[in-house]
């Protein structure tokens, strides 16, 4: 069966700090990958998706990017963080068919 | 692009009532899913919608299809404590998908 994770879980960092959220699916081959900020009490915004390795589409142009340097690996970072940037951070999979798979997050605090 | 509205945005209910929330686009979509969200985890899957007017059930959790792609709702019967959460629609044209802002659920004991 299929797995994602997502790794931290939690991270505290300072404004102006770079950072670098990993996700890593396992079980499956050349999912769809996505990237997700969630905003307290909001609901989801697409930051990025990926198709496939080094192939980055980004939705919301800001001071975030994302690699894809592995087939099941999808990484998010920044060079220097905002404080608008705080949020949860979920990673999510897909396949051709429709189901999307969310992994369990990471909750972003910028001071 | 294409746009969700979720409706209610939230909801305060006795256990034991049945839930009702819904999801309208003016565009069509091909797929609709239901995901419920506990405080600080991921949204799981509960029902996923893959043609117009189907009606699928999971449990105590019923979700159908909109005849015109456009809408779908989610009912929740005689709902239990556990089911508190955000409750995200989202709909999927193509390789394209949008979510609903959520429908925080509140159930009193």
């Known amino acids: 069966s299929q797995t994602i994770h997502q790794w931290p879980a939690t991270l505290v960092q300072p404004v102006g700090s770079p950072l670098s959220l990993e996700c890593t699916v396992e079980g499956t081959s050349n999912p769809n990958l996505y990237w997700y900020r969630q905003a307290a009490g909001r609901g989801l915004q697409l930051l990025f998706y990926s198709v496939g390795i080094g192939q980055i589409s980004s939705e919301v142009p800001q001071n975030l990017s994302a690699s894809r340097p592995q087939d099941r690996q999808f990484i998010l970072s920044s060079k220097k963080l905002l404080l608008s940037d705080s949020g949860f951070y979920l990673c999510a999979w897909r396949m051709d068919t429709d189901t999307q798979y969310f992994g369990p997050g990471t909750r972003l605090t910028v001071l | ?109």
Do not use: H
Not at chain 2, 32 to 48: H, R
């Open chain 2, 1 to 109: 692009g294409q746009q969700l509205n979720q409706s209610p945005q939230s909801m305060f209910i006795q256990e034991g009532e049945d839930v009702s929330m819904n999801c309208t686009s003016s565009s069509i979509f091909n797929t609709w899913l239901w995901y419920k969200q506990d405080p600080g985890e991921g949204p799981v899957l509960l029902i996923a919608l893959y043609k117009a007017g189907e009606l699928t059930s999971n449990g105590r959790l019923t979700a159908q299809f909109g005849i015109t792609r456009k809408d779908s709702f989610l009912n929740i019967s005689a709902s239990i404590p556990s089911d508190v959460g955000i409750y995200f629609c989202a709909g999927r044209w193509n390789n394209d998908m949008r979510f609903g802002a959520g429908t925080r659920l509140t159930v009193k004991p």
